[in-house]
């Protein structure tokens, strides 16, 4: 909920990220916030799988499937 008549990009805590004006959509923003922060914690691990996805809170399983869509191996 927000106090006006429309979300903007403030009520998310996107702002600051520069998305107002560039014709960037959300999922766009979303999708390279989960690369980033995937790709953050796979490096302060040392690509150790198991550590990473308990550092995200997430199963194995799912860690893999993020790194298969961003792309991302060691």
Known sequence: MC???FIGEDDLGLAGLGLAGT???LREALHGAEKTAVERVLNDTQFNLSEAARR???SR???YRLME???LSR
């Open 3 to 5: 106090e006006r008549g």
């Open 23 to 25: 014709g960037q959509q």
């Open 56 to 58: 995200l809170n997430i």
């Open 61 to 63: 399983p799912s860690l």
């Open 69 to 71: 869509r961003h792309g």
